[in-house]
Nanobody
Framework: QLQLRESGGGSVQAGGSLRLSCAASGRTFSSSVLAWFRQAPGKEREFVAVVNWNGFYTEYADSVKGRFTISRDNAKTTVSLQMNSLKFEDTAVYYC???????????????WGQGTQVTVSS
């Protein structure tokens, strides 16, 4: 079992930066694959980024590649998403998710946080 809680959302102008954090509690954090997803109004949820259990492998959606960076701290049981050069189209509710495998978490993992709103004004 994992409990996930996101924080760090807010409002920012286009070109600005935000850093999202997801705090986790549960015994399986260090072995879990962690991902960020987002859902904009009227759109389906979409994959943003994923990091494997030791942080050595990361993968990004094409829309955020080069602008967003996912990282994790197993000692602090957190996963973060540094978002730079934000665009209006990055506006969405951002969720962190966790599961046991890369393939499963990219489809939408077993565990989810409640989400945090990111609003980018143009």
């Amino acid at each position: 079992q994992l409990q996930l809680r996101e924080s760090g959302g807010g409002s920012v102008q286009a070109g600005g930066s935000l850093r999202l954090s997801c705090a986790a509690s549960g015994r399986t954090f260090s072995s879990s694959v962690l991902a960020w997803f987002r859902q904009a109004p009227g759109k389906e949820r979409e994959f943003v980024a994923v990091v494997n259990w030791n942080g050595f492998y990361t993968e990004y959606a094409d829309s955020v590649k080069g602008r967003f960076t996912i990282s994790r701290d197993n000692a602090k049981t957190t996963v973060s998403l540094q978002m730079n050069s934000l665009k209006f189209e990055d506006t969405a509710v951002y969720y962190c998710s966790a599961d046991n495998s890369l393939s499963e978490v990219k489809k939408g993992g077993r565990y989810w946080g409640q989400g945090t709103q990111v609003t980018v004004s143009s």
